[in-house]
């Protein structure tokens, strides 16, 4: 008997089980317009005299100067090789970061806004 009662609580487990296999229906996904650029980082903006002599005199977009003073960092090998988060600032550099030798990738961002216009 005790066999009988097992083989009729089995199968009402595999049903169970086969209709939770069911995959639900998903809802239509909306379409997402395009990103628009926010106008304020597109701005032109004016370096000052210490970062012009690292990125340029030119005026630019304040994401085209972090372009160009990463691309002054790797050309000099300005990047601490031990902690690579940290900068290392030469003579061009050190006037720009306020005198410090030694910078974050985190805060260079902060001075960089010091010196543009």
Excluded at 65 to 80: A, F
């Amino acid at each position: 008997m005790a066999k009988k009662k097992a083989a009729k609580k089995a199968a009402p487990k595999a049903a169970k089980k086969a209709v939770k296999k069911a995959a639900p229906k998903k809802k239509a996904a909306k379409k997402k317009s395009a990103r628009k650029p926010n106008p304020a980082f597109m701005k032109a903006l004016t370096p000052s005299p210490a970062l012009a002599a690292v990125v340029g005199s030119k005026a630019m977009p304040r994401t085209e100067v972090v372009k160009k003073v990463w691309e002054y960092i790797k050309k000099n090998k300005l990047q601490d090789s031990k902690n690579r988060r940290m900068i290392n600032a030469d003579a061009n550099l050190k006037v720009v970061f306020g005198g410090k030798g030694q910078v974050s990738m985190f805060d260079m961002a902060k001075h960089l806004a010091k010196n543009l216009k």
